[in-house]
């Protein structure tokens, strides 16, 4: 069987493209399997190798929206685990939208929302046959300042930039406490784009899946 690779993310991971001059199929406003990260990913890894688009606009780490239904990892974890089994790595790269200011959190709460996913993960019985959970949690790159003279300044509201640059240092301060992976995609270069400085330019997804290519086996390797 191939090597289950799930990718649980929100609209970056799902491949949303906010710059119609960056993506080939702009009437789509979403990255094709050429372009976004994960396909890129699944091509770099060959053939042993499933890896499983789990990426959901809007989606959080364990915060309920009051405004859209179904959004946090939490409520989704369990089937989207066992859906998949046997698990050889979850990826996590969420936090982005929990910085909306109509969630009421801060930095400190997102980190705790991320300690909480990665807790219950480790709870699932998906991980094959030695049981050992194997997770790589991702601090996505912090929200651009130009976010808040864009389109969409209203649905982020105030502080989310700050809340999002504070992320990085949490998320491999949680990665060291539960002993799992952790990556920080703003140092490898990724960055969003210049139309709602949130979502990932084409260049950024390729430049993420060439990197998680040279991670990846040596994490499924090290589990094994």
Not at 62 to 88: I, N, Q
Not at 217 to 224: G, N, Q, Y
Request: with cysteine; charged share 25%; proline share 4%.
């Amino acid at each position: 069987m191939k090597k289950h690779i799930i990718c649980l993310g929100d609209s970056n991971t799902h491949g949303y493209c906010a710059d119609p001059n960056d993506c080939a199929d702009s009437a789509l406003a979403r990255f094709n399997e050429n372009e976004r990260w994960t396909k890129l990913l699944q091509a770099k890894l060959g053939e042993d190798y499933l890896v499983v688009e789990e990426g959901l606009s809007g989606r959080t780490t364990v915060f309920t929206d009051p405004v859209w239904e179904g959004l946090d990892a939490l409520h989704y974890l369990y089937p989207c685990l066992k859906s998949h089994e046997p698990v050889a790595l979850l990826v996590i790269m969420l936090g982005t939208n929990d910085t909306k200011e109509r969630l009421g959190t801060n930095a400190f709460a997102i980190a705790l929302g991320m300690k909480r996913l990665v807790r219950k993960a480790k709870t699932v019985d998906c991980w094959g046959p030695n049981g050992t959970p194997n997770i790589l949690v991702i601090a996505p790159p912090p929200i651009g300042k130009g976010v808040e003279t864009s389109d969409v300044a209203d649905e982020m509201g105030k502080g989310a930039v700050e809340r999002s640059e504070a992320l990085a240092a949490l998320y491999q301060k949680v990665a060291e406490e539960e002993g799992v992976h952790f990556l920080d995609a703003a140092a490898l270069g990724c960055t969003f784009n210049q139309v709602d400085f949130m979502h990932l330019t084409k260049a950024s997804h390729a430049r993420f899946a060439e990197a998680l290519a040279e991670l990846v086996p040596s994490l499924v390797e090290t589990k094994a």
